[in-house]
């Protein structure tokens, strides 16, 4: 099996009533009070609805239209695959019609998003959580 790293195209058009977003943010975030949300890691720690761009849009869609911000629900989404499409790099991903839960004519900031290094300390108490797929609490 090949990995695609980047497709370039100078056309996408999706068939039917399909939504291709790109924009979804998979990093850690700080909340105000200093509360750290890991990432999307792949485990329970990640859960949460993201917000994304409308890409493209199938022309049977009646529900969003290109350039609109949707929130889905967490896991609604296919992964993503590197665009260059007339010059512009960036990750599209298909989302589940069924699972937009919020639409925006403006972009969304995630108020909590933060670039912040976790501290080796915090990365251990964090893998020792609960949510480890091992199920094994650690100090």
């Known amino acids: 099996m ?20 790109r924009g979804m943010e998979f990093h850690e975030r700080l909340t105000r009070g200093g509360i750290l949300l890991p990432g999307d890691d792949a485990t329970s720690t990640g859960i949460r609805p993201r917000w ?3 890409y493209a849009v199938g022309p ?16 609604r989404w296919t992964r993503g695959i590197q665009m260059d499409i007339d010059g512009d790099e960036f990750e599209m991903r298909m989302i589940d019609n069924d699972d937009i839960l919020l639409v925006s004519d403006e972009p969304m900031i995630d108020e909590t998003f933060t ?20 199920g094994v609490v650690r100090n």
């Open 2 to 21: 090949s990995l695609i790293t980047k497709l370039t195209i100078n056309k996408l058009t999706p068939i039917r009533d399909r939504i291709l977003v």
């Open 52 to 54: 994304a761009e409308v």
């Open 60 to 75: 049977n869609q009646i529900d969003v239209k290109v350039g609109e911000y949707v929130l889905v629900a967490h896991g």
């Open 115 to 134: 670039t912040t290094m976790t501290p080796q300390s915090d990365v251990n108490r964090i893998q020792g959580s609960m949510h480890n797929s091992d």
